[in-house]
């Protein structure tokens, strides 16, 4: 495939599926040069930010020249000679030459349904915080594992290189006979596509619905750096609270560099239980080369607690 | 000054101080091509860290070409014509064409001592949480203003632009007859020296002592994204914690492009009053654009654990 590329044979490319496999992939194909078109269901494309922050990550797509297709599913193939050279969906055929589905991920779990080992969430093997199954001595870990949703207080489903690790050095102390316990998560995901950084903790609107809370919600622009520092660049920062209470409930963040990891403030906000007005006094670092005064975490956290 | 350096006419520059305007000051001038030495009392640069952490901005410094003269006081100048020609330190005598002065910050509050309001931590006025000082009435914010550490609880003093800022916010709600409170600060900084980026929350070992308090610590070596992505590059990490409960101290991190801004994390862990062992189970963010799998302020905090 890389001698095919380099040679210039493969020229377009229609990727399915606008989650992070499938924006990770669109990027790399604009960089090797092809004319590339993406297919999403979903009005956005990054289906676990809310749908105005999505917006964001959809704009910078197409400023890198990726044609999107949202709110159309894939239906049919066409092909030729046994190779692919056309994706139809339920409303246009596009003609391609490669064709990448990043369609999600499901636990691989019929071994373990099979043995008679109970599952949950999505399919995934249930387990205690130990990382052990309902079935004693048996124990589970990583992408075919359960986890338990911090914020939600319900079982989640996420497979997640950090995730994984974090149960598997779990599971390990426990079979070697230790006792460690793996609490759970917050759902913190952060991803790049070309320039713009890409972050997310907690529950996303949809989610809080589901657990059946009311929510307040801000969306704030701030810099990555003091506004006159060279380099200084937009991020944008939203923040969700319980109504009422004002507790934190999850945050998402797209902007250029510097601006990702700022969702670790968010997260360990999070594993606190801080309320949005506790964020608005931490004492968080600043010199113009990394943030404005206020950083903009701080900044929508204040903007949060007017609507309280 | 300008045209004196865009003219060749300024080659040596002598700074005196190690603190953060000495450093900022030292890299400005390097940048302008100067032979740049750097006078300092303590055996390490940046004294708001742990001599072990200062060494790695020294080293910094050195790389950068900047001649370190530790353990030396200034006591006097040469001059010739009116002008500065050479700075005397306890040990040697330094030729110069420029001199700059780092030595500290005090609080200027001769006023307000000769009004009678009653003055506090390293002559800076004291204040209450809404900002008032011991006169009722008369209130004071910024630079001239005493803090409360949130770690040791006890007043504090630091010359910063957050904590001004936050402190003025604060006594202008109040002044203008709302209510609102200042709870106090982590002592958090960051700076940056040419590509290193230095950052510092909690307190430090001395300061730990001061208080009465025992610790224990640890020092690790992570990168800033994971091994094999592109720019990866070296980030220290101390960490410092309650010897027997665990209970988070303060922390330091010394560091490439994307290891300050990783002090937000520590700092907000302060807030929480979290032990090492509850940072162990922060869900933080992880790509490899930005991180190893176990972020290194979570590699720090397991180190800790170990220890207590």
């Given at each position: 495939m890389r001698q095919l590329l380099d040679a210039g044979k493969i020229k377009r490319g229609v990727v399915v599926g606008g989650g992070y496999i499938g924006l990770e992939m669109a990027e790399a194909l604009v960089r090797h040069g092809l004319e590339v078109s993406l297919i999403s269901?979903?009005?956005?494309?990054?289906?676990?930010?809310d749908y105005d922050m999505g917006a964001l990550v959809s704009q910078a797509l197409r400023d890198v020249g990726v044609s999107l297709y949202p709110e159309e599913t894939l239906t049919a193939f066409e092909t030729k000679d046994g190779k692919v050279t056309g994706v139809v969906t339920d409303k246009r055929t596009l003609p391609t030459d490669i064709v990448v589905l990043g369609l999600g991920v499901r636990p691989n779990t019929a071994l373990a349904a099979a043995a008679g080992i109970p599952l949950g969430e999505k399919g995934a093997i249930r387990v205690n915080e130990r990382m052990e199954?309902?079935?004693?001595g048996i124990w589970a870990a990583g992408d075919c594992a359960e986890s338990f949703h911090l914020v939600s207080r319900r079982p989640f489903y996420v497979a997640l290189g950090t995730v994984a690790n974090r149960q598997g050095r779990v599971a390990g102390i426990n079979l070697g006979g230790g006792y460690a316990t793996?609490?759970?998560?917050?759902g913190t995901a952060v991803t790049k596509i070309c320039e713009i950084e890409v972050a997310r903790t907690g529950l996303q609107e949809k989610e809080i619905t589901a657990v059946g809370l009311e929510h307040v919600s801000a969306v704030i622009k701030s810099r990555t750096?003091?506004?006159?520092?060279?380099?200084?660049g937009e991020i944008t920062v939203k923040l969700l609270a319980e109504k009422g209470s004002g507790r934190l409930l999850g945050g998402q963040i797209v902007g250029m560099e510097g601006s990702a990891k700022r969702i670790d403030t968010v997260a360990t906000a999070l594993h606190a239980g801080f309320t949005v007005e506790d964020m608005i006094n931490l004492d968080l670092g600043y010199a113009p080369p990394f943030s404005p005064v206020w950083d903009p975490v701080v900044i929508a956290a204040r903007a949060v607690a007017k609507k309280l």
């Open positions: 269901r979903p009005p956005q494309v990054m289906g676990t930010l199954t309902g079935i004693a793996f609490p759970g998560v917050m750096k003091a506004g006159y520092y060279p380099g200084a």
